[in-house]
Each structure stands twice: as structure tokens, then as C-alpha cells.
């Protein structure tokens, strides 16, 4: 049986939540274990799966890629935006974030939810059992995945999960949209991602680290989820498919049958808004961002 159908990528966000939501090792961190998810676009959609309802914080992604620009914003809800921004969040929001001091993590813990743990504690208490996801910024043609990071200390969060992964032998998984597809090796363009040495950056200037664990993209999320093959055939469209991906499934009758179905249950996903600062007012601009404000007309 064969079929073709079109995701943008809230929807394909959604639909890899689904198939994490299926692995084995998920599972059993979920009943028996810990279970961390970094704030991000596609944890959102993860968070709400397994819960049934939406992230109990303001933050709901920390940075990310605006028109204007790369951004360290905290999601769309904190400082003056947010309903009740909290002294740990305002912390952390400042010129010099220290990784381990990271408090917005949505955490599952034996299924029990919690959220506000410094990012520090929760890695030294992962085991070989437990799972963290953390979203990315660039996926190569390899199905190697890099994430941006803006932060003064070398790496940001990423690197400080990863060094922990590696100690600790927890899963480390990546949701990776195929909007996020770059044409060249993520090894190759993290060399080229100098982030304390650009003249000019639309934004906060970025490193890219390239990042080791299970990725998990629209095309490995049909195959968990049915066992039927899926090929990208397209990629963008229009009038709100801008980076949609459009697929062919291929595969028995009741393969093609289940993956369809789960495409269909993750259409019309849509995020929350992303209310940004105004950079006139924002504390990083002079201090670690260095967007060359003046009269951009985008900004």
C-alpha cells in the first residue's frame, strides 16, 4: 500500500512525540524511573502526550529563532509577559546563566510531575535507566543533529547533559524535525559556528555543538509507530505549510493504515505564541547578545 501525506512542523513535532512516547526505554523510565525534558518546541508536544495537559511553567522553550534573529529568550511568557515569572526564572535570565543553575526542565519523575530542579541536581541523580530529550537545531544528512548555543559558558546546557551522559549512561534522545535539514555534515559547520569571534550577528551570536544520542525524525517516527516506511518527497510549502515536509509511506495494508492514522491524529498541532522583548529593552542586548540595533526596520 502506498500513500502520501504532508506535515508542518508543529504537526511533525507532534508526531514524533507520539513515537517516544512508544519506545521501550521511555516506557520504563516513565513507570520506573526519571524521565527530563528540556524546554523546546518539540518536548512541548512530548510533555503534553504523556500528561494530557500543558507544561505547568511559563517557559515553555528556552531560545530560540525569531524573524529578527537568534534569541535567548525564555519562551514566551517570562519577565513582563509572564502570569507570575519567579525569582528562579528572572536568575537565570541574566547576563551570565550558569548551565548547572538551569530551572526549567519539566520533569517526570515514576510518572509524578515536577519542574523548577536546577539542571545540575537532575543529571547527578540520572541513571542508566532514566531518559532525557532535548530538541535541536540542525540535522545532517547522516541523521547527525547539532543544537545553537548562545551562552557564555562554552556549550550551554548541551554540552553539560552530554559530559553528564557520558558519566552517568542515561538515553539521551533527540527529536529532530526534517525542517531542520541542513546540505552539510554537522561536524563540518560546527567549525564554522564561531561564536565569541563574529563582527556581526542578527542576534545572539551562536556556536553549534554537534550532539551524540538517538534521533528520532518524522521518517523513524513512522517506523516505530507502524512499522511501514516512510520517504520525504517535498520539503516547505505556503500559506502556513512554510517548512512542511510532505512524505510517502510505503508498506502493507495495516502498516500504511496505522502510520496514516497517526498522521492524521497530529494534524492541526499548533504551538503557543512566542511573544518576544523588545530588544531596546531587553538586558542581554549590550551584554551577551549584540544585536547592532540602531534602526533595523525588523526588529
Same mark, same amino acid.
Given at each position: 500500500m502506498l500513500a502520501q501525506v504532508s506535515l508542518i512542523p508543529a504537526e511533525s513535532k507532534k508526531l514524533i512525540s507520539k513515537a517516544i512516547t512508544k519506545m521501550d526505554v521511555f516506557q520504563q523510565a516513565l513507570t520506573?524511573?526519571?524521565?527530563?525534558?528540556?524546554? /523546546?518546541?518539540?518536548?512541548?508536544?512530548?510533555?503534553?502526550?504523556?500528561?494530557?495537559?500543558?507544561?505547568?511553567?511559563?517557559?515553555?522553550?528556552?531560545?530560540?529563532?525569531?524573524?529578527?534573529?537568534?534569541?535567548?529568550?525564555?519562551?514566551?511568557?517570562?519577565?513582563?509577559?509572564?502570569?507570575?515569572?519567579?525569582?528562579?526564572? $528572572?536568575?537565570? /535570565?541574566?547576563?551570565?546563566?550558569?548551565?548547572?543553575?538551569?530551572?526549567?526542565?519539566? $520533569?517526570?519523575r515514576k510518572g509524578e510531575v515536577s519542574h523548577q530542579e536546577p539542571l545540575g541536581a537532575l543529571l547527578e541523580e540520572m541513571g542508566p535507566d532514566d531518559v532525557f530529550v532535548k530538541g535541536v537545531n540542525a540535522l545532517d544528512r547522516e541523521g547527525r543533529v547539532g543544537v545553537l548555543w548562545g551562552n557564555l559558558a562554552e556549550g550551554g546546557t548541551a554540552a553539560l547533559v552530554m559530559a553528564a551522559q557520558r558519566r552517568k549512561g542515561f538515553h539521551l534522545i533527540y527529536p529532530a524535525g526534517m525542517e531542520k535539514l541542513i546540505p552539510f555534515s554537522i561536524k563540518e559547520v560546527a567549525r564554522e559556528a564561531k561564536r565569541f569571534e563574529y563582527d556581526y550577528s542578527m542576534g545572539m551570536p551562536c556556536g553549534l555543538l554537534p550532539c551524540e544520542g538517538l534521533v528520532i525524525t518524522e521518517l523513524r517516527a513512522i517506523?516505530?509507530?507502524?512499522?511501514?516506511?516512510?520517504?520525504?518527497?517535498?520539503?516547505?510549502?505556503?500559506?502556513?505549510?512554510?517548512?512542511?515536509?510532505?512524505? $510517502?509511506?510505503?508498506?502493507?495494508?495495516?502498516? $500504511?493504515?496505522?502510520?496514516?492514522?497517526?498522521?492524521?491524529?497530529?494534524?492541526g498541532a499548533r504551538l503557543p505564541p512566542v511573544r518576544l522583548s523588545n530588544c531596546h529593552e531587553c538586558p542581554l542586548a549590550s551584554a551577551s547578545c549584540g544585536f547592532p540595533l540602531k534602526d533595523k526596520h525588523w526588529v
Open positions: 520506573k524511573g526519571l524521565i527530563v525534558l528540556h524546554p /523546546s518546541s518539540s518536548t512541548y508536544f512530548l510533555f503534553e502526550e504523556v500528561t494530557g495537559r500543558k507544561p505547568p511553567t511559563n517557559v515553555w522553550v528556552c531560545g530560540l529563532i525569531a524573524p529578527k534573529g537568534t534569541c535567548i529568550e525564555m519562551g514566551a511568557m517570562l519577565g513582563s509577559h509572564a502570569s507570575s515569572a519567579n525569582a528562579e526564572e $528572572v536568575a537565570y /535570565s541574566s547576563a551570565k546563566p550558569n548551565p548547572r543553575t538551569f530551572p526549567h526542565c519539566w $520533569v517526570l517506523e516505530i509507530l507502524s512499522g511501514a516506511k516512510a520517504i520525504p518527497i517535498a520539503g516547505g510549502g505556503l500559506g502556513g505549510a512554510e517548512g512542511a515536509v510532505t512524505l $510517502v509511506i510505503k508498506g502493507d495494508k495495516e502498516q $500504511v493504515t496505522k502510520a496514516i492514522q497517526y498522521v492524521e491524529d497530529s494534524k
